[in-house]
């Protein structure tokens, strides 16, 4: 799948029936999320990432595993632009931010999922379809929007209150960077009132087509 | 500066290259990451320090003697927040002092802390509470650069106040949605620093919380007794 699949109508379209009738399952109501899923269903999850999490562990340890590749994603994403993107001025800028801040999420997690005794997954190797600054844009969008729904999805599963805010201030980071992406793409900085949640295994079909 | 000018500082401030160089300064990276871990220390040792970075679990004082006790307690309190964020920028609408697409901006986050008021009132009743009475407010309102200020402080602000309460909410019910507005007010204050030439993550990597005694005397001047 490539990125023009990923676009943001599918996102944009998960939303939370907060209308103050029916909130009787007292939580998010996902309904684009699921037509994402029904996207992405047609492909098998491809095997490696969904391999190396199932033994990375359980509990949070598996939660931040699961996060940690997600950032590796980004880490290598920025890094990346910083050569491929072909972009200048407060563009370049705001990838040389974005690009340090995924850096120092993955050196905190690494560090911490060791410090809860678990073992941290191994960096995978990534390949993004973009060939201009545009495509690189759109492409940013996307997987800033999917860690947002991606910690927000996980985070409620944290039993570990220390982890629980640690992710907090790494995903209030992560729409900060949403929002700045797109801005940069002239699209609205909050598109909605309240972000969408995406499972575990919806944000690794969304972002298998990027592993090699 | 004459009015006529600041009317349209917002988009002015966007389009400036130089109030936007300072946009990109950056925090200090290696400080936030220690944070960080210490935030994710194991629990025995930890617990003392996440009582400032992000709630130890169970409720504050604070929101306990002014808005009730556990998960009710805490949603009146984001409640509250957000009747003051819906009450600016109906204020700022109204005001004149902004137009076209920077009113269309202000106008669109302000239904979206709209969206959250009505969102956290039915939650309150689903859970049995009572919501939290619409405070009175009053905002200085009087130019387009100093409403934007203000409207950067307080999504700040009110960023940091979700965060402050994630790890106090007992349930994940509650937890789920709150943490969905939480990224909202992320977004806003991101976008309102872009437009301020202020640094889009100005914790650095890690956002940093604010507890509630902090966030209640931060917006006492805005409420009317």
Known sequence: MRNEDLAQPQLADVQIDADGG???????????????????GAMSVAPFVSRALAMSGGGDVGILNFALTLEYLESSFYREAKRRAGASGDLKSLIDLVARDEDEHVKALTATIEKLGGKPVAEPKFDFPYGNT?????????????????????????????VLGAAGS?????ARHAAAIRLQNEAEPSPEAFDPTLSKPQVLKAVEPFIE | MAPQNEANAFSRVAKDPVSRRKFFALGGGSVAATAFLAACGSDDDMTTTMGSAGGSGGTEPVIEEEFGK???????????????????????VKSGLFKGSDLATMKKFG????????????FVKKLGGKPAPVPKTEFPL?????????????????AAAY?????????????????????VEGRHSAALNTLLGKPITPDGAFAKPADAATVLESVEPFIVT
């Open chain 1, 22 to 40: 029916d909130l009787s399952r007292s939580e998010v109501i996902l309904k684009g999320a699921l037509a994402a899923g029904a996207v992405y």
């Open chain 1, 134 to 162: 545009a495509e690189f844009l759109e492409l940013a969008q996307t997987f800033e929007d999917t860690g947002v729904s991606a910690y927000n999805g996980a985070a409620p599963q944290i039993k570990s209150k220390e």
């Open chain 1, 170 to 174: 790494i995903v209030q980071v992560e």
């Open chain 2, 70 to 92: 556990g998960d009710v307690g805490i949603l009146n309190y984001a409640l509250t927040l957000e009747y003051l964020e819906t009450a600016f920028y109906a204020d700022v």
């Open chain 2, 111 to 122: 239904k979206e802390e709209a969206e959250h008021v009505s969102a956290l009132t039915a």
């Open chain 2, 142 to 158: 009087k130019s387009a650069k100093s409403v934007l200020e203000l409207a950067g402080t307080v999504e700040n602000l009110g």
């Open chain 2, 163 to 183: 965060l402050g309460q994630a790890a106090n909410i007992e349930s994940p019910a509650v937890l789920a949605p709150a943490l969905s507005i939480h990224s």
